[in-house]
């Protein structure tokens, strides 16, 4: 079976611009979250999914991220505009459901840097 | 709130060595605990969890984790090491709130020297 799939793999832009990353999860698995690794740091949770509804977005910094999961399965990840702070790796992680049996599948994340 | 704590921000052993990676939760409750680990550029594996039953747990590749509720840990042991195990090591706790979220601490480096 086919992993978490999240692309680009790497980027870097100027402070000020925008910023997309993209997931596919694992097919079938009906809940999604993101994750910001800071450098030294485990991953926080930015926002879950389950199917197309985001059931936990407290950690979101909803002035400049949003995210979207149209259809319930591929997912965006957007800042705008983006500062020197946010570079981290943004993780994708996806599950069956959200039960605390269902095995989280982390993607290999995309690595953004701010210059 | 809950929170994880791996005293260890890296840790070197040598090859053939045993291993034990410390962690520390806090939680007023019976914890859901985990170890993940994460290899350069790869995301978070899941190697083993502990929901509740017997506290020592076995996971993949050979690790095994033991709940100790008395000292709030949760360490992670391997008897011999390998070169592929360096990697990062994360400790998580989930706590369930009208959904699954996993709390992570800041990770142990494992260095394998030959």
């Known amino acids: 079976e086919a992993g978490v799939v999240q692309s680009p793999r790497y980027k870097i832009i100027e402070k000020k611009q925008p910023v997309a990353f993209w997931c596919n999860p694992i097919s079938g698995h009906n809940t999604l979250y993101w994750y910001r690794q800071n450098l030294g740091q485990g991953p926080e949770l930015l926002i879950r999914y389950e199917n197309e509804e985001a059931v936990d977005d407290s950690q979101l910094p909803k002035d400049r991220f949003s995210a979207e999961r149209l259809k319930g399965v591929d997912s965006t990840l957007k800042i705008q505009p983006a500062e020197l702070g946010d570079s981290a790796v943004y993780l994708c992680?996806?599950?069956?459901?959200?039960?605390?049996?269902?095995?989280?599948?982390f993607g290999p994340g995309t690595r953004l840097t701010v210059l | 709130a809950q929170s994880v704590t791996q005293p260890d921000i890296h840790i070197t052993v040598s090859e053939g060595a045993s291993l034990e990676l410390r962690c520390n939760y806090s939680y007023g409750a019976t914890p859901y605990l985990f170890w993940y680990v994460q290899s350069p550029g790869q995301g978070l594996q899941l190697l083993l969890k502990y929901f509740s039953g017997d506290t020592l747990v076995q996971g993949i590749k050979g690790f095994e984790a033991e709940f100790k509720r008395s000292q709030s840990s949760f360490n992670l042991r391997k008897p011999s090491v390998h070169w592929s195990d360096a990697a990062e090591y994360f400790c998580?706790?989930?706590?369930?709130?009208?959904?699954?979220?996993?709390?992570f601490g800041a990770g142990t480096r494992l260095f394998v020297k030959a």
């Open positions: 992680a996806s599950s069956r459901g959200l039960a605390r049996t269902d095995t989280q599948y």
């Open positions: 998580a706790v989930g706590e369930y709130t009208g959904g699954f979220k996993t709390i």
